[in-house]
């Protein structure tokens, strides 16, 4: 990660729900083309985060630049420079593979002709020509998963935000998304996403673990296992959450 400059930049943010804090005073930074895994258990805290940093949800307090937007008054300069995936993939499932596509391209506001040209490039690329006109709801979960990040892309984005985006399906199908983020992060994109499974943390630059809303550890992954002295992510995590 030579002379990146910073993404993402977040300095004491709190996010409360009534009494209950959500986001307990988070600082942390993540460079240009980046992949950046935020990991924790369910309720950590790590959604809520998302929806502050991608532009869905204002932090209670505490200081939030996305791509050198403030989240507070450009929100929209941040949700025009991000894509977003979250869990249930947000394709609709009574379009075609074509028309999901098209779209997403014009709810980014870009051209008919380059909607066009780059949905044929996309279903060659992911060798989707044959299905292009079946609906979404017919599909296997792996090509649905790899539809939505493609369409969360679309617009070359400077970050995706990826929320779990790998529930629910098998490990060479997990395998083949992550094959994907790295093409994404080799193009320039800086990907952050969110995991509870510690094997994904293997493949990130970085990685943030998250506990009951606060930030218990960040470093890279082979001086995080240096530093709890464990064997893998898994055992980092649990040295953590103890």
Excluded at 62 to 69: P, R
Excluded at 88 to 93: I, Q
Excluded at 233 to 241: G, P, S, T, W
């Amino acid at each position: 990660m030579v002379n990146h400059k910073n993404i993402i930049e977040v300095k004491n943010l709190v996010k409360k729900y009534g009494s209950f804090v959500a986001n307990d005073n988070l600082t942390f930074e993540v460079k240009e083309s980046e992949i950046f895994g935020f990991l924790g258990a369910n309720g950590a805290g790590k959604t809520t985060t998302l929806k502050i940093l991608s532009g869905l949800s204002y932090p209670t307090f505490g200081d939030v630049n996305i791509a050198g937007f403030d989240v507070y008054r450009e929100r929209e300069k941040v949700k025009r420079n991000i894509g977003y995936m979250s869990q249930k993939f947000s394709l609709y499932e009574d379009l075609t593979v074509k028309e999901n596509i098209r779209f997403y391209g014009g709810i980014y506001g870009l051209s008919g002709r380059y909607i066009k040209e780059k949905t044929e490039d996309l279903l060659k690329r992911l060798k989707m020509e044959d299905i292009k006109d079946k609906l979404i709801n017919s599909l296997p979960l792996g090509w649905k998963q790899k539809i939505a990040f493609s369409v969360a892309i679309f617009h070359n984005p400077k970050i995706v935000f990826l929320d779990e985006p790998t529930g629910g399906v098998d490990p060479i199908t997990r395998r083949d998304f992550w094959e994907m983020i790295y093409e994404a992060s080799n193009t320039g994109i800086t990907v952050f996403v969110t995991t509870h499974y510690m094997d994904e943390a293997e493949y990130c630059d970085r990685v943030c673990i998250m506990d009951q809303g606060r930030i218990e550890a960040i470093n890279t992954p082979s001086l995080l296992k240096k530093q709890y002295n464990a064997k893998n992510m898994d055992e980092v995590f649990i040295k953590i959450a103890r």
